[in-house]
């Protein structure tokens, strides 16, 4: 029998989103019903109500989600009822040239549910990420579900769903900061703070923070940052050399997804360095740089998806480092709101007030 529950819907776009009843179906093969416990407000989901993901309304929104399994449909082993989950838009599928080869964490056959929720008119919804979960329950894939140590708080375990992760992995992972590594990354909203802290939990020697916003400099500073850089105030790349004996950062993470700032990341970096792209860009932008230098200056730009993670192997251990207090997830969680309140969040999220705001339910 399916449900009927509570979710924010984005209905056309750039209209403001409304709290609206919605149908889960039970799960079908392969497929699991989650009672959401916390979602935190992301910009995707601001992209999405704007139109400029696509056209695909009405989107149910809400990605970065913790919960509870309700139900599980025939097939399903990974996962049971009463398993405490993060929600992730990387379940892997085992068999495409990526995971064949040993590299899940590029999967490029990610799955959703097959079912559609729908409003109660029978319009099919369309999740955002392929999850959905500003909402009392959803329907996922059962390998959207990653168990962890139920002990975690789901807000701060939720946020692990998306951008904080994107953040820790675009060090640990994507970067490979190292122990006694230098690290800048550039743009410390909740993606950069989160490069941040995983840079710290590296081990990495020297951490510079830059934005243009001393707020978000303050929060670096109490995650791990050694230094900080106001870059409206004082010149990114000059700072960061400054900063690193003349010679720029060993890995620099971008976290703002601009190609001036990118171009200041490919300038702030060592000869033979790491630069990471983990800010998301819009289709417009272009970025132009000497051909010359992107040779010279030798070593590996690369871009990070989703901190190139594997859910089942990162979420469950970053979740133990957070409960040993190594990791503090909670710095991530700015306020905590009630479902009919993300549409005030967008704004809060816009005007830079908050890291995340995470929706309780
Ligand atoms: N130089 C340095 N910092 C900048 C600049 C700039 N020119 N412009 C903006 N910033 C800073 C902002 O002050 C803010 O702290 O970048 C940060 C962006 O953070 P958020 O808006 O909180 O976004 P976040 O969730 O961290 O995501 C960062 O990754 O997921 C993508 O779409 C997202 O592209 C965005 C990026
Ligand atoms: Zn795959
Ligand atoms: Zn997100």
Partial sequence: MSQQVRAVVARSKGAPVSLETIVVPDPGPGEAVVRIEACGVCHTDLHYREGGISDDFPFLLGHEAAGVVEAVGDGVTDVAPGDFVILNWRAVCGQCRACLRGRPWYCFNTHNAEQRMTLTDGTELSPAL????????????????????????????????????????????????????????????????AAVLGSKLAGAARIIAVDIDDRK???????GATHTVNSKESDAVDAVRDLTGGFGADVVIEAVGRPETYRQAFYARDLAGTVVLVGVPTPEMKLELPLLDVFGRGGTLKSSWYGDCLPSRDFPMLIDLYLQGRLDLDAFVTETIALDEVEKAFERMHNGDVLRSVVLL
């Fill in 217 to 223: 400099l303050d929060t670096a500073r109490r995650l």
């Fill in 130 to 193: 392929g999850i959905g979960a500003f909402a009392e329950k959803t329907l996922v894939a059962a390998g959207q579900c990653t168990k962890v140590d139920r002990r975690a708080s789901a807000a701060a375990a939720g946020l692990l769903g998306c951008g904080v992760m994107a953040g820790i992995g675009a060090a640990l992972n994507t970067g490979s900061v190292g122990r006694g590594d230098s690290v800048a990354v550039i743009g410390c909203g909740g993606v950069g703070a």
